[in-house]
């Protein structure tokens, strides 16, 4: 089954289990009822920041709509045995699929962090918005160059360069100039 699908489908799932409507979730998610009703049906692709907002709403864990089974010690991903991979369109207007993420712990349940190994894919058009929600980032820079815009200020990633951060602040991360990349991120939210 495509991941994608499996994240809207669960959304859904939760919501319902919960007895909430979909007003009430974008109401509580600060998102438009047509975003919800787009996300659960997946005909848009979010990026991260409204998934967080979701599960803010909905009191989970960001990994609770990526989670496969539940894993008892430690989990182990070897290289390029990435688990399923979750397409976004990283706050691009464009919504094009440009950040392949490849969940490095999805079988582990009520993790605090979710890191990925992110492929970033070239794009033409450089139009972003600045995303914003509660959390911790951390990023590595595998291959390639990234932007980071952070508030005000934008800074220049190479490989073996990193940068943590706080994600209320606005901010965005893409290829320089439109360029491929590849990192690992680690991002932390609070439930």
Known sequence: MDSNKIVGERI????????????ELAQKAELSVEQIK????????????????ISHALEVRLGTFFDDQSVVGPVICHQNQYE??????????SSRKNMEYHS?????TDRHMEPFIIDVNPI????????????????YILNGTMELVYGKNKYLLNPGDSV???????HHIHGYQGQKAKILAVIYTPV
């Open 12 to 23: 859904k799932s939760l919501r319902e289990s919960k007895s909430m409507s979909i007003e």
């Open 104 to 108: 490095l712990s999805r079988s582990k």
């Open 164 to 170: 943590y951060y706080d994600s209320i602040i606005p």
């Open 38 to 53: 787009r996300i659960e049906e997946d005909i848009d692709l979010p990026s991260l920041s409204p998934l967080i907002k």
């Open 124 to 139: 033409e058009k450089e139009d972003f918005v600045l995303s914003t929600h509660e959390g911790e980032e951390f990023i």
């Open 84 to 93: 399923d991979t979750v397409m976004f369109s990283n706050n691009s207007t």
